[in-house]
């Protein structure tokens, strides 16, 4: 089982730190428009970690 926190780091991790805060409480369409923060909060983490890390990426690959 994944600890809650440990999946934000991980995602923080895939982007740069600079934008690690604004991304994980701003809206993500990946995520059904929901912020990273909050879906960690309110669903199965072990779910959907993959999802969040997923999200992360692509938001990595086209901010760049």
Known sequence: MFDRLQVAPDAAHVI????AQAWLQGRN??????PPAQLL????VDADRGAVLAAASEFATHSC
Do not use: K, Y
């Open 41 to 44: 909060r309110e669903v199965n």
């Open 29 to 34: 369409p990946a995520l059904g428009d929901q």
């Open 16 to 19: 740069t730190s600079a934008v």
